[in-house]
């Protein structure tokens, strides 16, 4: 290679500099968005039954959402699919939050009553019975 084309090598490089880290940052931003979405999904089946029905459409509706502004992604500016995708999570964990201490109130509710019926302690940290 000539001094030449090494130098036009590095003009080029430095001119496409900034559009290459702007899609770096929009395939980063993508990225996030769907695993966000497929970390979501899972777990809105996982805890469906401990979901109030309203809540759980409204988070239906946000993924859809979600999912459209990424198919549509040369619409948008990385900024706009990040913004929207803390957005979405903001949501999913307050619903999330609902369902955990529904399914903790419940398990609380079933240690205390094999505490009282039948006179074991049961350890909060390991799940298991130890006779006293």
């Known amino acids: 290679m000539s001094k030449d084309d090494i130098e036009n090598m590095i003009k080029n490089a430095e001119k496409y500099a900034a559009e290459d880290t702007k899609r770096k940052e929009m395939v980063e931003t993508l990225n996030q968005a769907e695993s966000m979405i497929h970390?979501?999904?899972s777990k809105m089946e996982e805890f469906?039954?401990?979901l109030p029905d309203n809540e759980y459409n409204k988070l239906k509706e946000d993924?859809?959402?979600l999912k459209e502004m990424i198919a549509n992604k040369?619409?948008?500016s990385p900024e706009d699919i990040k913004n929207a995708a803390a957005e979405f999570q903001k949501d999913s964990l307050k619903l999330f939050e609902i369902a955990y201490k529904k399914v903790w109130c419940r398990t609380d509710i079933i240690r205390k009553m094999l505490v009282f019926?039948?006179?074991y302690c049961i350890s909060k940290r390991a799940s298991c019975i130890s006779g006293k």
Request: aromatic share 0%.
């Open 39 to 41: 970390d979501t999904e």
């Open 48 to 50: 469906r039954s401990q």
């Open 63 to 65: 993924t859809t959402k």
């Open 74 to 76: 040369d619409n948008h």
């Open 117 to 119: 019926k039948l006179g």
